[in-house]
């Protein structure tokens, strides 16, 4: 199974931009899906997930900004980015789950520059 994020780009402060992700290969049994991002020299961070029944949950930092949203027919996971800042930059990695396991590895994930 592969996750391809897409979607990222340069946006200035106070733009939007949706980022999506896709699974390809053996898919099956999906649970929670997740959006993680990695700023340059700092660690992963969660900032999203979403469950099969729709309930979502957000960081604080990203809450009433950012909406999670999910087309499990197709195994997409898309990330809503309103008013980015600059302190959104980073490289923005999707998750999806079966149970409690992870079904692939972090993949490539898509790059979000927030700067004037």
């Known amino acids: 199974v592969q996750l391809q994020a897409s979607g990222g780009g340069l946006v200035q402060p106070g733009g939007s931009l949706t980022l999506s992700c896709a699974a390809s290969g053996n898919v099956y049994g999906l649970s929670a899906m997740a959006w993680y991002r990695q700023a340059l020299g700092s660690q992963r961070e969660y900032i999203a997930a979403t469950t099969p029944a729709g309930s979502t949950n957000y960081d604080d930092s990203v809450k009433g900004r950012f909406t999670i949203s999910t087309n499990r027919t197709d195994n997409t996971v898309y990330l809503e980015m309103n008013d980015l800042k600059p302190e959104d930059t980073a490289v923005y990695y999707c998750?999806?789950?079966?149970?409690?396991?992870?079904?692939?590895?972090w993949g490539q994930g898509t790059l979000v520059t927030v700067s004037s």
């Open positions: 998750r999806m789950y079966r149970g409690g396991e992870s079904i692939a590895s």
